[in-house]
């Protein structure tokens, strides 16, 4: 089993910044590519960066250039650093493991075995 928390969100003008945590548990998380979606009402989740356990990096294009993701094995935490928020970027992000000893950086949420609860992201124009 795996669990993860994210931690970080909040309300921030179009512009700033704002740093996601998402910690996991577990002894998988050193094994385990691990993605950041998110969602807003009515919309299906999507895809917004990941980081694979070699360290190969994948961003969607909207984000690509503002958002940075890394991870930390020895904290078993992956991070979103984002940069030059827009009030597009609102919505409530999701932190995702795939523990499935993956090859690939998969992009559908479906490729994902393990998700936090999300926290809220708010950009305010």
């Known amino acids: 089993q795996v669990q993860l928390v994210e931690s970080g969100g909040g309300l921030v003008q179009a512009g700033g910044s704002l740093r996601l945590s998402c910690a996991a548990s577990?002894?998988?998380?050193?094994?385990?590519?691990m993605g950041w979606f998110r969602q807003t009402p009515g919309k299906e989740r999507e895809f917004v960066a990941a980081?694979?356990?070699?360290?190969?990096?994948h961003y969607a294009d909207s984000v690509k250039g503002r958002f940075t993701i890394s991870r930390d094995n020895a904290k078993n935490t992956v991070y979103l650093q984002m940069n030059s928020l827009k009030p597009e970027d609102t919505a409530v992000y999701y932190c995702?493991?795939?523990?499935?000893?993956?090859?690939?950086?998969?992009?559908?949420?479906?490729?994902?075995?393990?998700w936090g609860q999300g926290t809220q992201i708010t950009v305010s124009s």
């Open positions: 577990g002894r998988m998380f050193s094994s385990s590519n």
């Open positions: 995702a493991a795939d523990t499935s000893y993956p090859r690939f950086i998969v992009v559908a949420p479906g490729g994902y075995d393990y």
């Open positions: 980081i694979s356990w070699r360290g190969n990096i």
